[in-house]
C-alpha cells in the first residue's frame, strides 16, 4: 500500500481499498472538472474522492499541506516551550 493511499483513507476515514479506488478512478478521468460517480458523491467517500484528486492533479500542495498539519503544531510548540 502506497503512501498516499494510506494518508488519504485515515485523513478521509475510509478502507484503504475505498482510497486506492478513488484514486485509480480519479486517475481515469481525462477532464479534470468532471462529476465523481456516485457512490463518491457524500460522507466519507466524497472526501476520500477530494484528497484524491488534490494528490493526483496537485501533488505538491497535497505534500505540502500535509506537511503543514505536522509543522505548524511541532512550531507552536516549540515557541510556546521556548518563550514559556
Given at each position: 500500500m502506497s503512501l498516499t493511499v494510506s494518508i488519504i483513507a485515515k485523513l478521509s476515514g475510509v478502507d484503504p481499498?475505498?482510497?486506492?479506488?478513488?484514486?485509480?478512478?480519479?486517475?481515469?478521468?481525462?477532464e479534470p472538472g468532471a462529476m465523481p460517480?456516485?457512490?463518491?458523491?457524500?460522507g466519507a467517500q466524497a472526501r476520500c474522492y477530494a484528497l484524491a484528486t488534490i494528490a493526483d492533479q496537485r501533488p505538491g500542495l497535497f505534500w505540502f499541506?500535509?506537511?503543514?498539519?505536522?509543522?505548524?503544531?511541532?512550531?507552536?510548540?516549540?515557541?510556546?516551550?521556548h518563550h514559556g
Open positions: 481499498h475505498t482510497a486506492r479506488r478513488a484514486l485509480a478512478t480519479v486517475a481515469a478521468f481525462d460517480p456516485a457512490e463518491f458523491s457524500v499541506g500535509i506537511a503543514a498539519m505536522v509543522a505548524v503544531p511541532a512550531f507552536l510548540l516549540v515557541q510556546v516551550f
